[in-house]
């Protein structure tokens, strides 16, 4: 028979995380499942996590002065859970499950930050195109902006879906795309990255220090799926598809003026003509009026 004590700390918030119902514990903490919600105890009986397993997003809350906080922080980033603040349970911080598309990390930051992020990469693009590299959440789907323009201390964020409106102390769940740099400081093309100040090292968490909502959460998540699968996966329809579809609307409006046009010369000639044969039977002391009442 196994013993359940044998289990190490780090395999025992693993088993947290992914909501395993198994009994096990060790002699620090124990692993315990009531209905819909997985807690990590202590020794003395306080609850060190509590993990919502039918919420969605799956949520999970962690005391922040517990000797595991540091494990349960790096844990729960690592297996794609976003810091997202206090939680409504007094002395614990709140996590959220995010699945960030391949290429992607997830980010949950002031939505000036955003702004900023998004501004450079937006400035010159083909406002035929969708720009690809930052998304944002709306309405339980990640989006490319169309637009951000602040007004009054609000974000009015433009998308596909709608627009999302929030204020300078919101926070905004968003996605940015993963550059491979050749320098820590640079892309590809020679050019700062979008990204390159958001992938500073996380700070260890003491115990006695509170988590930094400020600060821009990471989430590694294997196998996740491509952006264009995320997209597919609930209306509006994919974004290729739009494009294929803006793309026929923009012929189909070049075609309806190039037709305009020529009813228009078609039109200004027959005016023409008709100008000259009202001449004419003016000449011959004729009113037009009185041809159109002839039956």
């Given amino acids: 028979m196994s013993n359940i004590f044998q289990i190490d700390d780090s395999k025992l918030i693993e088993k947290f995380i992914q909501g395993s119902n198994q009994l096990l514990a060790n002699d620090r903490m124990r692993l315990e499942v009531n209905g819909t919600v997985s807690q990590l105890i202590s020794r003395n009986g306080d609850p060190l996590a509590l993990m919502y397993l039918q919420t969605k997003p799956r ?13 349960l922080d790096n844990s729960l980033q690592a297996q794609g859970f976003v810091l997202i603040g206090d939680a409504t349970r007094a002395g614990f911080a ?3 499950h995010y699945i960030a598309p391949a290429g992607y990390q997830v980010l949950y930051t002031d939505p000036a930050i ?26 339980e789907n990640w989006y490319p902006i169309q637009d951000i323009v602040i007004s009054a201390g609000n974000f009015y964020i433009k998308t596909i879906a709608g627009q999302l409106v929030l204020l300078r102390t919101d926070k905004a769940l968003w996605l940015a795309q993963i550059v491979e740099e050749k320098s820590p400081t640079a892309d590809r093309s020679g050019s700062p990255s979008i990204f390159t100040d958001l992938q500073a090292p996380q700070p260890e968490f003491a115990p006695e220090v ?19 699968e995320v997209l597919l996966q609930a209306p509006p329809i994919a974004i290729e598809e739009l494009q294929q579809k803006l793309d026929a609307q923009l012929e189909s409006n070049a075609q309806i003026k190039q037709k305009y046009q020529k009813l ?20 011959l002391g004729i009113n037009p009026q009185d041809i159109f009442q002839l039956k």
């Fill in 210 to 228: 509170r988590l930094n909502y400020s600060t821009a959460t990471q989430s590694v998540v294997k196998d996740r799926p491509h952006p264009a």
């Fill in 94 to 96: 709140e996590y959220k």
């Fill in 114 to 139: 955003l702004w900023k992020k998004w501004w450079p990469t937006e400035r010159f693009q083909n406002k035929r195109r969708f720009n690809m590299d930052i998304l944002v959440s709306f309405k």
């Fill in 59 to 71: 949520t999970a809350i962690v005391k922040q002065n517990s000797p595991f906080l540091a494990s």
């Fill in 264 to 283: 228009k010369q078609r039109a200004s000639i027959a005016e023409q003509r008709l100008e000259v044969v009202y001449k004419y039977l003016a000449k």
